[in-house]
């Protein structure tokens, strides 16, 4: 018959798994303030790279997406305040900020056009155009950083895939997985027909009418009857090359 630990045995165990739960408690301090050492250094670092290389990361949109990765990695966002060190230091915390209110200029201008929803690239043409070319290259990755900085507005500003291409929504209009597969078909053409949705997507004449009378009703298309054929063409200018055609005033 086995025999059972007695009292000394039960208080050994209990000291010898104190002493490791204390043991375990101790690594972990000192690996905390092991990370905690090395992310100061990181960060004092990137301060004195910032300070090296300022005129770069100000004009360089390549070199200044690069920076933010580097301050992703070590926790430090730039951009978190147009006050403080990194500010002062760069500026790019107001140039962000400049950025959005241009960018909220654009997304209003061209709205009754495209009903809200335009095509990043072209919304990154139309900024360029505005800001000359003396003010500096701005990047598509400028772009959402200071679009990701409007989300406070909360008037429905974000950046949505469809297909290969990325549009900016300016307005809070839910699009469904219908809506979506239309617009990345009209990005061959610019437009699609009923019966192109139809065939492409093996879908019903009544779930194809309803979708695009949905994407009418919201603003993001528009109708081109003007054909011999009698095809009516729902042309959607936020994938659509007339896009272009707008005028924003500079």
């Known amino acids: 018959m086995r025999r059972r630990p007695g009292i ?11 002493q490791f ?23 004092s670092q990137l301060e004195d790279f910032a300070r090296k290389h300022k005129n770069d990361i100000r004009k360089n949109p390549a070199f200044r997406s690069q920076f933010h990765e580097m301050c992703a990695k070590v926790g430090v966002d730039p951009l978190a305040s147009n006050k403080g060190f990194w500010a002062e230091l760069l500026g790019i ?14 997304c ?29 290259v701005v990047s598509e990755d400028d772009c959402l950083r200071a679009i990701s900085k409007l989300k406070v507005l ?9 297909g290969k291409k990325k549009l900016v929504r300016s307005v809070p209009t839910e699009l469904n997985k219908d809506h979506n597969e239309i617009l990345e078909l009209a990005q061959a053409q610019g437009f699609v027909t009923v019966d192109e949705v139809e065939r492409r997507l093996s879908w019903s004449s009544g779930r194809a009418v309803d979708a695009l009378d949905t994407l009418l009703d919201e603003g993001l ?26 005028g924003v005033d500079s």
């Open 221 to 246: 298309a528009m109708i081109d009857d003007g054909h011999r054929d009698g095809k009516r063409r729902y042309w959607f200018p936020c994938v659509s090359p007339i896009s272009s055609l707008v």
């Open 108 to 136: 209003l201008a061209t709205r009754a056009h495209n009903g809200g929803l335009i095509n990043l690239q072209e919304l990154c043409h139309l900024l360029r155009q505005r800001r000359k070319s003396d003010r500096g």
């Open 21 to 43: 739960r204390l043991l375990g408690e101790n690594v972990a301090k000192i690996r905390t303030d092991l990370m905690k050492e090395q992310l100061a250094t990181f960060r």
């Open 93 to 106: 915390g107001d140039f962000y900020y400049e950025l959005g209110v241009q960018i909220v200029d654009i």
């Open 154 to 162: 909360g008037s429905g500003f974000e950046v949505i895939s469809v």
């Open 8 to 18: 000394g045995g039960l208080q050994t165990h209990a000291a010898a798994r104190d």
